[in-house]
């Protein structure tokens, strides 16, 4: 498929949640349909999506139903079965494609593979058991976080080790799990990128947006970050090169450590990105757009910044803050529509327009 999707046309995304709600909401601006596929019943995108199969991920026949009935897929989390990509590959374009899920479902590999394109990383050593624990802890000295190598995500699966007495407990963290030993990075702050990539092949970078996190999870993202002209260009480039070695078509989120070494990447996201919400209120065309753009095959939004932005995320309990919010007559609001509060549960955000 090379010609643009055209209106009518049915794009699938695999994963229901917030990230698929605001894809499917862009797609459908621009003419298009949405097919989700989620295991769980009644996801957020469900309410917003043209379609939705509910269907675990080994089920063959609700697999190739699905792919039938789309004429390209693209997903909102990383962490796809492989079995089911071999699936669906097999069907219908896979975008962004496998090496960029490959990549980015094991942070040794992700390691590897941004280490290789001359990018730095945090020193890191794959370990699976207490032997090779002591040996990574030996090379890479405490402090040092271990973290699962596969399915992490929000702070879940790490433990911090300060000192070398605390490897036992770290370990016994992961469970059981193969896991992957980091050098801790004294970082300044955290900024990401989110760039993106069309089928032709070309690159366009938001600028940078400085995020703090609490608990593991994202709280707010400030833009313009707090960054030199010279690391805000180089962030861009760090991204184009990383997107270039993928063949990657999509938008993808890189997070950055600005350490007194300079710009080391924490990890890639081959999807929208948390972090990007702000583009919603600072940018003609949305990361969302953006995406639904470049895996349809139309030419990509330019993504100049118009506004500066603060995104907060609305967290659990944050939910009560809803009606003095809503008071806010120039707060833009997004809410997820999910009816449960939980604690450390995502249920939407605001962006807030800085003027000067
Ligand atoms: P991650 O899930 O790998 O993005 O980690 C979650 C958060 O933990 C990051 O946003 C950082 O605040 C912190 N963190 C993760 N890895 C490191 C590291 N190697 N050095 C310092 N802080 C880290």
């Known amino acids: 498929m090379t010609e643009p999707l055209l209106s009518g046309a049915v794009i699938g995304i695999l994963g229901g949640g917030q990230l698929g709600r605001m894809l499917s909401v862009a797609a459908s601006r621009l003419g298009l349909r949405c097919h989700v596929y989620d295991p769980m019943p009644e996801p957020p995108a469900g309410q917003v999506a043209w379609r939705v199969t509910t269907a675990a991920w080994d089920d063959v026949a ?10 390209v897929i693209t997903y909102e989390f990383e962490n796809i079965p492989a079995a089911a990509l071999d699936l669906l590959e097999a069907h219908r374009p896979v975008r962004p494609g496998r090496r960029a899920l490959e990549v980015s479902q094991d942070r040794v590999a992700e390691k590897d ?12 050593r794959p370990v699976d058991d207490a032997a090779a624990l002591t040996s990574a802890l030996g090379a890479i000295g405490a402090p040092a976080i271990l973290k699962t190598r596969r399915l992490g995500y929000d ?29 801790f990075i004294p970082f300044e702050r955290e900024v990401s990128v989110i760039a993106a990539r069309g089928l032709s092949g070309a690159v366009v970078c938001y600028d940078p947006g400085e995020n703090v996190h609490e608990a593991g999870i994202l709280r707010r993202t ?5 960054l030199g002209a010279g690391q ?14 993928l063949d990657y078509i999509g938008v993808m989120g890189v997070e950055l450590f600005v350490a007194p070494q300079g710009l080391v990447v924490n990890e890639i996201a081959p999807r929208v990105h948390n972090s990007g919400h702000w583009t919603q209120a600072g940018c003609a065309v949305d990361q969302f757009e953006q995406h639904i753009r470049a895996v349809a095959g139309w030419p990509l939004g330019d993504g100049r910044r118009h506004a500066d932005v603060v995104m907060e995320n609305l967290i659990g309990a944050d939910m009560e803050r ?10 833009q609001i997004h809410l997820y529509g999910k009816t449960e509060v939980r604690e450390g549960r995502k249920m939407g955000h605001v962006n807030r327009i800085l003027r000067g």
Do not use: C, H, W
């Not at 070398?164 to 193969?178: N, S, V, Y």
């Not at 400030?222 to 707090?226: G, L, M, Q």
């Open 62 to 71: 609700a697999l190739k139903g699905f792919a039938a009935s789309v004429d």
């Open 113 to 124: 593979f941004l280490s290789g394109l001359g990018l730095a990383v945090a020193p890191y």
């Open 155 to 183: 702070g879940k699966g790490q433990a911090r080790i300060m000192a070398p007495d605390q490897a036992d407990a770290a370990l016994a963290a992961m469970q059981g799990a193969p896991a992957v030993l980091e050098g």
């Open 222 to 226: 400030t833009v313009p970050a707090t």
């Open 232 to 245: 805000q260009a180089e962030a861009a480039l760090m991204a184009g090169r990383i997107l270039n070695a």
């Open 322 to 331: 809803l009606p003095a919010l809503a008071r806010e007559s120039d707060l």
